[in-house]
């Protein structure tokens, strides 16, 4: 259902950024330093790769689109393209996890690769996927590259938390923030990614999404409006014991390498949330706003417990129904 960055032609929105991309490579003005940001799943890095492909196949086109058929697509998809380089996590040693950070190695391949002649004449790209994951040490290593760089050469650094970069990083490159996406822009690459949805499928999906596709990309395999359901009736009034348990049966349950459990809390802890921005932003029922506000924190709690320590999953699904409705 989902395509990675590097091979996705599909692109919504974010007119203003493609934009101002657009015009400073055309009039000559690219900064060797870009700081794509945003909240998660909006496009950062399906941008990043539309920018670098057309920039590397020398486009002209004002939404930075390049045809799937095109050699340059073709390459940047199977990464193998000799003058574009990708920065981000990469599998340990033993080939069975992602590193917990972006390493010094993985940074240092980029600066000698920076330093390389273009293979093929034009610009060489560096794109830093998760640029928050990176370490001290590396942060340190990649801002020796931004104060030196190379003719030609361009690094697009994509991140969701722009905030843990160095302020140092964040000064010396260009700031372009990108906002979570309109309804119908997610409603349409819903039907360009996923066209076996219902339409009514859809429509709850765009509403649990907010504003981002990868989120309701995730939510509709993950079973989300099947459990974005339960949610709103066990928040509506109290559920029977019976039904607590059978709840907690299917919450519990792994289907095909899905976690219902994770989806189940992030939808009912993201429905606590708007319900206390609704009364904060009323004045009104103000007890229940911080009653909501307390058991966001305490289920929080209980996920990451339960998933760290490898707890009961069903058990913590009951506990938090009992906590719901208590005067």
């Given at each position: 259902m989902t395509i990675e960055p590097r091979a996705n032609p599909h692109f919504r929105g974010h007119e203003a950024a493609l934009a101002s991309l657009h015009h400073a490579a055309s009039a000559g003005r690219l900064h060797h330093g870009w700081l794509i940001s945003g909240?998660?799943?909006?496009g950062k890095a399906t941008l990043a790769f539309r920018f670098a492909r057309w920039l590397l196949a020398g486009g002209t086109s004002a939404d930075l689109s390049l045809p799937?058929?095109?050699p340059v697509f073709r390459r940047?998809?199977?990464?193998?393209?000799?003058?574009?380089?990708?920065?981000?996590?990469r599998l340990n040693d033993k080939k069975d996890r992602l590193q917990s950070v972006i390493v010094i190695e993985t940074v240092r391949e980029a600066i000698g690769f920076m330093h390389h002649t273009p293979s093929e004449g034009?610009?060489?790209?560096?794109i830093v996927d998760g640029a928050e994951d990176m370490n001290p040490q590396t942060a340190n290593a990649l801002l020796k590259m931004l104060e030196e760089p190379p003719a030609r050469a361009i690094l697009l650094l994509?991140?969701?938390?722009?905030?843990?970069?160095?302020p140092t990083i964040r000064s010396r490159c260009r700031a372009l923030p990108l906002s979570p996406l309109p309804d119908g822009d997610v409603a349409a690459l819903l039907a360009d990614y996923a066209p076996e949805l219902g339409a009514d499928e859809r429509v709850r999906l765009v509403g649990l999404a907010e504003g981002s596709i990868g989120t309701a990309?995730?939510?509709?395999?993950?079973?989300?409006?099947a459990l974005a359901g339960l949610v709103d009736e066990v928040l509506a009034a109290p559920v029977s014991p019976a039904r607590a348990q059978a709840i907690a049966d299917t919450v519990a349950r792994a289907v095909e390498?899905?976690?219902?459990?994770?989806t189940f809390f992030t939808l009912l802890r993201a429905e606590l949330a708007s319900r206390t921005r609704a009364a904060a932003r009323s004045g009104q029922n103000l007890a229940r706003l911080a009653g909501d506000v307390t058991l966001w924190q305490e289920f929080g709690q209980l996920e990451r417990e339960t998933a760290g320590l490898n707890l009961?999953?069903?058990?913590?699904?009951?506990?938090?129904?009992?906590?719901?409705?208590?005067?």
């Open positions: 909240p998660p799943g909006i799937a058929s095109s940047v998809a199977a990464a193998t393209h000799p003058d574009l380089f990708t920065v981000e996590r034009g610009w060489r790209v560096v994509v991140t969701a938390a722009p905030g843990r970069l160095l990309l995730t939510l509709a395999a993950q079973g989300g409006v390498g899905t976690d219902h459990f994770e009961d999953k069903r058990a913590a699904v009951i506990v938090a129904l009992s906590q719901l409705h208590r005067s």
